[in-house]
């Protein structure tokens, strides 16, 4: 198993948590198993940056993100260089740390 480590966030994740994925599970598919209510409009589809995170630690581990991710990462607010949409980033097996940004540019939510 890999830890992933969840940075504090205000709003979803206040305490910050560290939560078990298995390797080839995604990061957004670990934290929602985890009931931390990461936004993912496009339910995992790579068709929107609401699931947008920060990988602060094991970025070089997982697989560079192709072409249509970097394409919707050019969307998500704040974007910073070790930017992933959460849905793509599968887990190897080096312990990852993220941060979910403050805010997405969300049109459309799945908790209507």
Do not use: F
């Not at 939560?19 to 936004?39: F, H, M, Q, T």
């Amino acid at each position: 198993m890999t830890r992933i480590v969840v940075l504090p966030n205000e709003n979803l994740c206040p305490e910050g948590a560290v939560v078990e994925a298995e390797p080839g599970e995604s990061v957004c598919r670990a934290l929602l198993r985890n009931d931390i209510p990461l936004e993912h409009a496009c339910e995992m589809s790579c068709a929107c940056t609401t699931c947008h995170v920060v990988v602060r630690e094991g970025y070089d581990s997982m697989e560079e993100p192709d072409e249509l991710e970097d394409d919707y990462l050019d969307k998500a607010w704040g974007l910073e260089p070790d930017s992933r949409l959460s849905c793509q980033a599968i887990v190897a097996d080096e312990d990852l740390v993220v941060e979910i940004p403050k805010y997405t540019i969300n049109m459309v939510s799945e908790r209507h």
